[in-house]
């Protein structure tokens, strides 16, 4: 069997995203997800210049070899385009030989570990009345465990939080520039710990919360926000402080028992090296989209298992229905699965990208299809077109460009 054919397409069902599809010499195909949220022709162009070329005459089964020859082939390795591009070649292959086996990817990484894999949903409001609702409406669609985001008084746009019957997850503005939002730390947070003391007054002390200061906070000011917090025993706090400094954590973790989830915008493993050694996190965040695919994906999560640390896939409406499908199936296999973030997509993407995972009572399952379960109606991408769109840019009062 060989790959005889690489096609890369782009369609804004919704959102942008980028689909990498393989097609092998007897006629099977594999899918792989490359969006890069914001960046996207970046990664076009790695894949359609640079790898497209590579692939042709490969044997698909080979897929440990082909990602180490994309990876250290390079020579100009990591870096979120790079394993963007590396990503979608490795899980369009892991769908071709799920096809050619007949089986879910998740039996050829070992079989299920559990029955289904808890979900949590997004709830925001502009206030706290807002997140209220919010918070019920996420309820009322099956979710049993929640990501608490609210705006804050005198900003004017804070990350997570969406006028009201806005989607649950930020879409790019299609504009000529990104849009400004604002930030004070200070009112952050002052605001924050009275939030989750009303939330929990409102819902109990059993539903799971969690929250993402998404990278904005020093580690000390994070330290003071996990103990502030450690009262209304959150299942974690997301992003605290900018994790590239990994010993910086360990301030934050001197400080609070709030536990901690890391790495979202992480693309390897050695991102991580002292986080998991030293036990300075409890959650993994990557996106099998954003870390190479699968097989290292796998890998970072064996690791952390060693140092009692659980999985949590980025799970975003900017990773596309063929991303989503390729964690699911991970998350279903190891044995160290945590919980995994789904906002789920717009019903244009669900027509584009038909997928076999459900979503039931809380809880997804990546479904019995072979391969990851997922197929692109290419005729009706086409009616999608590509459009510029870029995420938010921060900046504080002052006007420095802050972490948004």
């Keep these: 069997m060989k790959i005889v054919d690489v096609k890369v397409v782009v369609t804004r069902p919704g959102r942008n995203f980028v689909t990498l599809k393989l097609t092998t010499d007897d006629g099977l195909t594999g899918l792989g997800d490359a969006t890069l949220n914001g960046r996207e022709l970046a990664v076009v162009s790695y894949l359609r210049d640079h790898i497209a070329p590579l692939l042709i005459g490969l044997d698909p089964h080979r897929i440990e070899d082909t990602w180490q020859y994309l990876y250290r082939g390079a020579y100009w390795r990591r870096g979120p385009v790079t394993m963007a591009a590396i990503a979608a070649v490795d899980v369009a292959l892991w769908d071709i030989k799920g096809k050619v086996a007949g089986l879910p990817l998740y039996q050829l990484l070992g079989g299920a570990s559990r029955d289904r894999l808890l979900a949590y949903g997004h709830a925001s409001g502009q206030d706290t009345p807002e997140l209220l609702d919010s918070v019920r409406a996420r309820l009322a669609e099956g979710y049993r465990a929640i990501r608490i985001q609210t705006g804050v008084p005198g900003l004017k746009a804070v990350y997570g939080v969406h006028t009201k019957g806005a989607g649950s997850a930020p879409v790019p503005h299609q504009q000529a520039r990104p849009r400004v939002e604002d930030w004070d730390t200070r009112s952050y947070l002052s605001h924050m710990p009275g939030v989750f003391e009303t939330v929990r007054h409102e819902f109990g002390p059993e539903l799971p919360l969690l929250h993402d200061a998404h990278h904005r906070l020093t580690p000390l000011q994070a330290a003071q926000l996990g103990k502030d917090l450690e009262p209304y025993r959150l299942f974690w706090l997301e992003d605290c402080t900018p ?93 160290n699965f945590g ?15 038909q997928h076999a995972y459900t979503f039931t009572d809380g809880h997804l399952h990546p479904g019995e299809a072979p391969g990851i379960g997922v197929d692109m109606d290419e005729s009706l991408a086409e009616t999608y077109p590509y459009e510029r769109a870029y995420l938010p840019v921060n900046r504080l009062h002052d006007g420095t460009v802050h972490d948004w």
């Design 243 to 335: 994790a590239e400094n990994q010993d910086a954590l360990r301030l934050v973790r001197q400080h609070t028992t709030t536990p901690l989830a890391i790495g979202e915008v992480f693309n390897t493993i050695h991102d991580y090296q002292t986080l998991l050694t030293d036990q300075l996190i409890d959650y993994v965040r990557s996106a099998v989209t954003h870390f190479g695919g699968v097989t290292p994906l796998r890998k970072l999560f064996d690791l952390a298992a060693v140092h009692q640390i659980k999985s949590a896939v980025h799970g975003p409406e900017d990773i596309s229905p063929v991303g989503m499908a390729a964690a699911l199936h991970l998350d279903l296999a190891i044995h």
């Design 339 to 353: 919980i995994q973030e789904y906002s789920g997509h717009s019903p244009l993407a669900g027509e584009v990208f």
